[in-house]
């Protein structure tokens, strides 16, 4: 929501801080930032946002800030989205850029293995552009696996779920934990979709993409998954 903070941090060649930071804050309702004037010693950079959002389940403003991530190449792009597949892909990159990938590499297989991880059999795309009120697959995709996420979590229990998919997914590129993905299933599935599409669509910001079909996908497959065992 507006006046939410934002930061950029520039990263050296070698991917490590440089000292270089620049804040700035969300200057709409539909979560539009603005840094100005960014000069960086490398085109890569990290940022972060911190505040409260509009909560896709509810349709209402949280009750409490969240923290989202992102890392990204910016070289070739003046804007980056922050979502909830940023924030997840995040530690994932690092891990990869230590295994001594490129950028582009890092970016482009943990981007695969977190759509791998929901089940979601999308090809892979820069994560920074993604937008829950744009129309391809992958949009989509995003409010999907946002959804998933969110069902009826407070904050702190959203923050905490993030934290241990995120973990789990930045060792190997895989989300292991069974136990976990069968309640994020469960809770999804008390959840009333109609719902949740008038919520998103009551705030008049755009266009919702298909993301009904990704949820019962994930439903269909862990309830396939259990059945196996």
């Known amino acids: 929501v507006s006046n939410t903070s934002v ?8 991917f490590i801080q ?10 709409s309702e539909a ?17 972060s946002i911190n505040g409260y959002y509009r909560n896709e389940v509810t349709g209402k403003i949280s009750n409490s800030p969240m923290e989202l991530r992102a890392i990204t190449d910016l070289s070739k792009r003046s804007s980056v989205n922050l979502n909830l597949l940023t924030h997840l892909e995040y530690d994932r990159v ?13 970016k482009k297989q943990s981007e695969r293995e977190i759509f791998g991880a929901f089940f979601v059999g999308e090809q892979s795309t820069n994560f920074e552009n993604l937008d829950i009120f744009k129309q391809s697959n992958q949009d989509a995709a995003l409010l999907g696996i946002s959804v998933l996420l ?18 789990d997914i930045e060792s190997d590129g895989k989300w292991d ?4 993905k069968t309640l994020v299933a469960d809770n999804a599935f008390a959840l009333d979709l ?10 008049k910001f755009g266009d919702v993409p298909g993301f009904e079909t990704y949820v019962e996908e994930f439903w269909r497959r862990s309830e396939e998954h259990t059945s196996e065992l």
């Open 150 to 167: 969110q069902s009826s979590l407070s904050e702190g229990e959203l923050t905490e779920l993030m934290a241990h998919v995120s973990s």
């Open 194 to 203: 109609a719902k949740v599409r008038e919520n998103i669509e009551s705030w």
């Open 7 to 14: 930061k950029l941090f520039g990263l050296n060649k070698d």
């Open 18 to 27: 440089d000292g270089t930071s620049y804040s700035g804050k969300v200057v």
């Open 177 to 180: 934990d069974d136990t976990l």
């Open 31 to 47: 979560g539009d930032f603005s840094l100005q004037r960014v000069s960086l010693s490398a085109p890569y950079a990290t940022l």
């Open 94 to 106: 690092f891990a990869l850029l230590d295994s001594e990938y490129t950028f582009a590499g890092a």
